[in-house]
């Protein structure tokens, strides 16, 4: 049997249902065959931007390889070669970071990348910060044409929803729980991403994962470190199964989570906003 092949726009708490470390054998089922890392929906819909080399001269290679990937706009191309089985989205960038504009055109307001960059420092940026309703309205159009590109260019795919949040708390090496000293500002975060999953599946996206719950922590040894969204290692294969189970679902003809049938990308063909709130 092939493996079901899928692509991740989203970060690591996506990918890494995907990596051995956290499900050892995924690899029985699924492969994953393209990744959007930490971009803001509304900077991949954007127009690319050109930047010169020497002005992310101050960024590892990772974090040069992401940029440039993320200023190219390459993953649009990507998933048109690769024409995955399931894309599966979360939106983490939209509620850490937001975005810049320069000239125009946006980027990702990634604090671990492009920031510490010489192009950031030297550039006249705009930002556009989450939670706002001018973000709002930028990021509903970028959604709504990044629904129109994968209905038009990959009408076989199917669009997953990963809903996740961030966690307040984390397990020491001691055992103890011990707070971020976050709780407000990552609550506030929880209650937009709320707002933006389901601006997603009011738009007919009708697949989700989610298994997060108020018991959920992060821990301290965790292989990226403790994190909001770095989470005990049972989380992992819990979301992963969720998958596994719509994916069999929809071997058998249904609709994996789904109330009713809307096509194989999970919504209908016109893209329809909600009311305005």
């Not at 470190?225 to 992992?236: E, P, Q, R």
Request: hydrophobic share 40%.
């Amino acid at each position: 049997m092939a493996p079901v092949r899928v692509a991740v726009l989203g970060s690591c708490l996506s990918r890494d249902l995907f990596n051995s470390q956290f499900n050892p054998h995924y690899k029985d089922l699924f492969e994953c065959v393209a990744l959007s890392n930490q971009v803001s929906l509304i900077s991949l819909m954007s127009e690319p931007v050109d930047i010169p080399s020497d002005l992310l001269a101050g960024l590892d290679e990772y974090g040069k390889r992401e940029v440039g990937k993320e200023i190219s706009r390459s993953f649009l191309q990507e998933l048109i070669a690769q024409r995955p089985d399931y894309l599966l989205i979360d939106l983490f960038a939209d509620v850490h970071f937001g975005c810049f504009s320069v000239d125009g055109r946006f980027l990702t307001r990634n604090r671990w990348k492009i920031m510490k960059s010489r192009f950031y420092a030297q550039s006249d940026t705009v930002d556009l910060l989450p939670d706002t309703e001018d973000y709002l309205r930028v990021w509903r159009d970028a959604l709504d044409r990044l629904l129109a590109f994968l209905a038009a260019e990959l009408p076989d795919t199917r669009l997953v929803l990963h809903r996740a949040r961030n966690v307040t708390d984390y397990v020491a090496a001691d055992g103890s729980r011990r707070s971020f000293g976050k709780d407000r500002e990552f609550l506030a975060m929880n209650a937009w991403w709320d707002r933006l999953d389901d601006e997603v599946t009011a738009r007919g996206v009708a697949r989700s994962i989610d298994v997060f719950t108020a018991a959920l922590t992060s821990f301290e040894a965790h292989p990226w470190g403790s994190f909001a969204v770095h989470y005990t290692l049972d989380y992992h294969p819990a979301a992963l199964s969720k998958l596994t189970q719509m994916v069999l679902s929809d071997a058998r003809g249904g609709t994996g989570n789904a109330p009713e049938p809307r096509g194989r990308l999970g919504f209908r063909g016109a893209v329809k906003r909600p009311a305005e709130v």
